[in-house]
């Protein structure tokens, strides 16, 4: 069974850092390109940052950039997001989430991990 | 405000047919990329519905379709149950300067009348 689970998340003030990780299990995880997507209370999701299945690529979206870092093993069969400089903003659950290289859809999911940013 | 604007709700009875719809701009679905849609359960992680405007993935009802047509698409939901009843959200790519890769609508909760 494809299973992606995500843990790290919690609480944190303004200007602190966390890493998030995602264990991965049930598929090929170095052969996909992986992806951090994270969603606000009682908003759409907002894809976060994507790398490729060897780490040559690595993309963020500008809400993020210089703040945030995404890294993988593969070894591990493990995703990271390192956050830094965290905003309130930043409030959200983050999922990590598979993409095929070459397609632009996301499956699976992982179940969430929570980020909260309050002093 | 998302990139992809959907309604904010749609409702139907049991049985009904109701469709929603996910708008974009020539820099995501006009620009040819497709649109992919997820439905998100209560409490849940979003789950891939529709890949490539059409697709069902293995396991998803016929009950469910998907358009796409210009700068839009259209998820068709056929035969409503109540277990259809959750949000639901478009998905596309976007090659604009906008920095976002990846960009989503804000989603359209169902509800089952």
């Known amino acids: 069974e494809v299973q992606l689970v995500e843990s790290g998340g919690g609480l944190v003030k303004p200007g602190g850092s966390l890493r998030l990780s995602c264990a991965a299990s049930?598929?090929?995880?170095?052969?996909?390109?992986m992806n951090w997507v994270r969603q606000a209370p009682g908003k759409g999701p907002e894809w976060v940052s994507s790398?490729?299945?060897?780490?040559?690529?690595?993309y963020y979206a500008d809400s993020v950039k210089g703040r945030f870092t995404i890294s993988r093993d593969n070894a591990k069969n493990t995703l990271y997001l390192q956050m830094n400089s965290l905003r309130i903003e930043d409030t959200a659950v983050y999922y990590c989430?598979?993409?095929?290289?070459?397609?632009?859809?996301?499956?699976?999911w992982g179940q969430g991990t929570p980020v909260t940013v309050s002093s | 405000q998302s990139v992809l604007t959907q309604p904010p709700s749609v409702s139907g009875a049991p049985g009904q047919r109701v469709t929603i719809s996910c708008t974009g701009s020539?820099?995501?679905?006009?620009?040819?990329?497709?649109v992919h849609w997820y439905q998100q359960l209560p409490g849940t992680a979003p789950k891939l519905l529709i890949h490539?405007?059409?697709h069902r993935p293995s396991g998803v009802p016929d009950r469910f379709s998907g358009s796409k047509s210009g700068t839009s698409a259209s998820l068709a939901i056929a035969g409503l149950q109540a277990e259809d009843e959750a949000d639901y959200y478009c998905?596309?790519?976007?090659?604009?300067?906008?920095?976002?890769?990846?960009?989503f609508g804000g989603g359209t909760k169902l509800t089952v009348l």
């Open positions: 989430a598979s993409r095929d290289s070459g397609r632009n859809w996301f499956d699976p």
């Open positions: 049930g598929f090929t995880f170095g052969s996909f390109s």
């Open positions: 790398i490729s299945s060897s780490s040559t690529y690595k």
């Open positions: 020539t820099s995501n679905i006009g620009a040819g990329y497709d």
């Open positions: 490539g405007n059409i």
């Open positions: 998905q596309s790519y976007d090659n604009s300067l906008s920095g976002s890769n990846w960009v």
